[in-house]
């Protein structure tokens, strides 16, 4: 038996009652903490937060009438329109007002930080403006088990929060590794090393204009790529293709131009805001070492004129690359392969199990938060 399932048959074994959130939970402006300086910079000490999902502003000297938080005294930042919120324990200034600072009532029975886990249970509808904590969450209820049980929720959703984190560091550190393994394969060079341009291995074409009209009449199982990339680039999908052979597409317009996408085993077809390489002689060179030395190159040769930026058709074709002879070439896309699966890989890796931790993490949450609930008298 657990420590948490023995605490709840010791100490609350008929349930837990649920509490209006505004008879436990504090809140204060933050008017007096409003920062002064309109000059931020990272080397100053003190952290200026805002309204909105990043709440981080910048950085500044001004100490006058800073919030002391602290691990000890920590506070949660809840935006008033968005339900955005923030765990903080650390002293700051604050740039908007729109916000709430969090804080327990004295002498109520509960921890901050088991509120902040319950808070994150709480969905309310964002596409009306309104101010939520005043007029719809503080009148909500939550269960409200003893601290020792509290405590114990809180110790596990503490472990899950610092094990994602730690798999999140260990991603980061294995990018870097990655980036600068494969810029150090990439440029080496040796006697059979040639200097290539991508026009000189790769026949260049553009997509077509597809509307999302056309995608409505015209409903398949063919992927269409336009310049997102999310879902890796897919705009939707229709009932024919262009493409099925082995190919590199790269977006050319807007704020992913240079981005690059490598297929294989697949029938597709592009929008007029992507292009399409197909390696000429595949004897020569191979299309996922293209992939690699394309996603390193490319976004070093985006035009941002006019505010759009481009990496068109014969800006892709002028970018010159070290092509060594095709074993080498296959050498690297081997090495290659494995660390790309490790960095970036969605069904394994570090990001398939930091998606399987976070949805674990999310099933005990709500498990932990879900209470018997005991009527009160």
């Not at 010791?10 to 300086?37: F, M, W």
């Not at 596409?127 to 114990?152: C, T, V």
């Not at 494969?182 to 597809?210: F, N, P, Y």
């Not at 999310?230 to 807007?254: P, Q, V």
């Amino acid at each position: 038996m657990s420590t948490l399932q023995s605490l709840i048959i010791d100490l609350c074994p008929n349930g837990v009652p649920r509490v209006k959130i505004d008879d436990l939970i504090a809140y204060e402006q933050p008017t007096k903490y409003l920062v002064a300086s309109k000059s931020y910079d990272d080397s100053y000490p003190t952290p200026v937060l805002t309204a909105g999902q990043s709440f981080l502003l910048g950085y500044t000297n001004e100490e006058h009438g800073k919030y002391a938080a602290s691990i000890h005294s920590p506070v949660i930042i809840f935006d008033d329109f968005t339900t955005a919120y923030k765990w903080v324990d650390f002293e700051f200034k604050v740039k908007s007002s729109a916000m709430k600072m969090l804080t327990a009532k004295a002498g109520a029975q509960i921890r901050l930080r088991y509120f902040w886990y319950a808070l994150s249970t709480i969905h309310i509808d964002t596409s009306e403006h309104a101010r939520y904590w005043i007029s719809k969450i503080s009148n909500l209820d939550i269960p409200l088990p003893p601290l020792d049980i509290q405590d114990e929720i809180v110790r596990i959703l503490d472990t899950f929060i610092q094990l994602e984190a730690d798999l999140n560091a260990e991603l980061e550190a294995r990018k870097v590794q990655y980036e600068y393994f494969s810029k150090l394969m990439l440029d080496s060079k040796d006697a059979e090393t040639e200097r290539v341009s991508v026009s000189d291995v790769c026949h260049i074409s553009r997509g077509v204009v597809i509307s999302k009209d056309y995608l409505r009449a015209h409903p398949g199982d063919f992927p269409v790529y336009s310049s997102q990339t999310l879902n890796n680039g897919i705009f939707g999908y229709i009932d024919t293709y262009a493409y099925d052979f082995e190919s590199l597409t790269w977006t050319t317009d807007g704020a992913n131009a240079g981005s690059i996408f490598f297929h294989k085993d697949e029938k597709f077809t592009i929008t007029n805001v992507c292009g399409l390489l197909q390696v000429r002689d595949p004897a020569r060179i191979s299309t996922r070492f293209l992939f690699y030395v394309l996603s390193a190159e490319a976004p070093k040769h985006v035009s941002a004129g006019m505010g759009n930026p481009k990496l068109m058709a014969g800006s892709m074709g002028n970018i010159q690359f070290n092509l060594p002879p095709i074993e080498k070439q296959l050498e690297l896309v081997n090495v290659l392969d494995k660390f790309d699966l490790l960095v970036n890989g969605m069904t394994g890796g570090l990001p398939a199990e930091i998606d399987a931790r976070r949805a674990q993490y999310e099933h005990y949450r709500s498990k932990l938060l879900t209470f018997n609930e005991l009527e009160l008298a």
